[in-house]
């Protein structure tokens, strides 16, 4: 008597990978550190240097005067972006190198083409509810109202979270050690903020806006803007 094999099902590679994405929030999630990081960060700088300033008006050099909410808010989801798609990027995937996790990943049959896009689709998915209530926050309290031009934000917003999630694969490489990796990574990301003017005003004219200009955050704070412009 003859006994029929079950054929192997094979997944789709689409299927496997949002079954990484899951695992991959799941892992987030449950690290306290990395959350605390990539979602609150932002919410806590934009209480510290905006609740204070919610009704000033402020100029970037020129004659033209704007509200201070139109500086903070797009500033803040620019950072955001760079947090869940630059640092949090960065530090996982050095962590991940440094103690073995990617090559025994690489072992498995998951292509790294999944490897990789399970950590960028989490990082994206950890974005969007920090930019959604960042931009409700802003309309609340800062009445700086919903983007005019959502098309040509979240154009922006992707191109960024493109360049951010290149540069923080990129960066990795440069951490030797996995302990160093949130202060090697969050340092200059912290500095390149301040001097981009993601927290306050900071005129294209100075000695700090030349030398910010020379990044992509404070073409990427310009251009989140102009989406509420």
Not at 186 to 204: C, D, K, R
Request: aromatic share 10%; charged share 10%; net charge positive.
């Amino acid at each position: 008597m003859s006994t029929a094999i079950a054929p192997k099902t094979v997944n789709s590679p689409v299927a496997v990978l949002l079954s990484e994405i899951k695992y991959e929030q799941k892992s987030y999630w449950r690290n306290f550190r990395g959350a605390f990081f990539t979602f609150l960060f932002p919410l806590i700088f934009l209480c510290a240097f905006g609740l204070g300033r919610r009704n000033d008006v402020v100029s970037l050099g020129g004659p033209v005067k704007i509200p201070f909410g139109l500086i903070i808010i797009p500033g803040i989801l620019a950072f955001a972006l760079t947090q869940a798609c630059y640092t949090n990027l960065a530090i996982v995937l050095s962590i991940r190198r440094q103690t073995g996790q990617l090559m025994r990943r690489r072992a498995t049959p998951v292509p790294p083409v999944v490897l990789m896009g399970d950590m960028i689709g989490s990082s994206l998915l950890v974005a969007m509810p920090l930019i959604i209530i960042t931009t409700g926050f802003g309309a609340a309290v800062f009445h700086t109202g919903f983007p005019h031009h959502v098309g040509w934000l979240l154009l922006a917003l992707v191109l960024g979270a493109v360049c951010f999630c290149s540069l923080g694969i990129a960066v990795q490489r440069l951490v030797e050690d996995a302990d160093s990796a949130p202060p090697l990574i969050n340092l200059p990301l912290m500095i390149l903020s301040f001097i981009s003017g993601n927290f306050f005003e900071v005129t294209t004219t100075g000695t700090t806006g030349k030398i910010a200009s020379y990044f992509p955050l404070v073409h990427l704070n310009n251009i989140v803007r102009a989406g509420f412009a």
